[in-house]
């Protein structure tokens, strides 16, 4: 009769709206998914991008580190020139480094901004200091080494915003192997100093302290490093010139 048929009409019409708000539900679903899944890629990418930024800012700090350092003890003018290319690369890296500091996403990038405003302003009171031989080699080492750590202690800051966690592993290996990097810096720099200028206790004293120091880095390095980059880096230890030095 007709009231069956419009009660099945009925069940038939509810059966489909289920299947259909069902269906678009789980597109909406997948939709936005794939849209936090990009917007993370996205966020992962800046995180990268950012984390190469600030290595390659600590390495050219390093260098005029080391460039100033040696100015200080000798005194040679060609020394002094390949100084001044250096202080142009820092500068160049940190004038990037801080206009695409906007970019991130972060509660703690004016906390990075300050930092490097501030090591812009503490170049511009060593650079001439260290011109004119006005401050000793000790000294210098310890600026350029204290605002390197400073600078890598903001790839802490930058895992925090990191919700893969390998990616977060491989950022955390990178920044413990340019600690790494930095502290056999300042003991080439140290040891050069210990062979051919001072013999004091203190400084011997500095130089064995950062044995335990490698130490560290390395073993965190290892904690978190993936398979490949472990191998590359057992590797890079076998070369002849790694291990005389």
């Known amino acids: 009769n007709k009231e069956n048929i419009m009660k099945i009409r009925t069940k038939l019409i509810l059966i489909t709206s289920i299947s259909v708000i069902l269906v678009v539900f789980l597109s909406v679903s997948t939709i936005y998914t794939i849209y936090k899944e990009y917007i993370s890629a996205e966020k992962i990418e800046k995180i990268v991008s950012y984390s190469i930024n600030i290595a390659s800012l600590s390495?050219?700090?390093?260098?005029?580190?080391?460039?100033?350092?040696?100015?200080?003890?000798?005194?040679?003018?060609?020394?002094?020139?390949?100084?001044?290319?250096?202080?142009?690369?820092?500068?160049l890296k940190l004038n990037e480094l801080l206009t695409h500091l906007n970019q991130l996403d972060s509660k703690y990038k004016n906390e990075l901004i300050e930092t490097l405003n501030n090591l812009k302003k503490d170049l511009a009171v060593k650079r001439p200091l260290i011109g004119i031989q006005g401050i000793d080699?000790?000294?210098?080492?310890?600026?350029?080494?204290?605002?390197?750590?400073?600078?890598?202690?903001?790839?802490?800051i930058i895992i925090k915003n990191v919700n893969n966690s390998i990616i977060r592993n491989k950022i955390i290996a990178y920044r413990n192997l340019l600690l790494l990097k930095n502290t056999i810096g300042v003991e080439s720099a140290l040891g050069t100093i210990l062979l051919l200028w001072d013999h004091s206790d203190e400084l011997k004293f500095q130089f064995d302290s950062l044995t335990s120091t490698k130490e560290l880095y390395e073993k965190n390095f290892y904690l978190h490093a993936s398979y490949e980059s472990k191998n590359n880096y057992n590797k890079m230890k076998k070369n002849k010139t790694f291990s005389d030095i």
């Open 137 to 156: 080699v000790i000294n210098t080492l310890s600026f350029y080494s204290q605002y390197n750590e400073d600078i890598l202690s903001y790839l802490v």
């Open 59 to 91: 390495h050219e700090v390093e260098s005029e580190r080391k460039l100033s350092s040696n100015y200080v003890i000798t005194g040679f003018k060609d020394t002094y020139r390949l100084l001044e290319l250096q202080r142009r690369q820092v500068d």
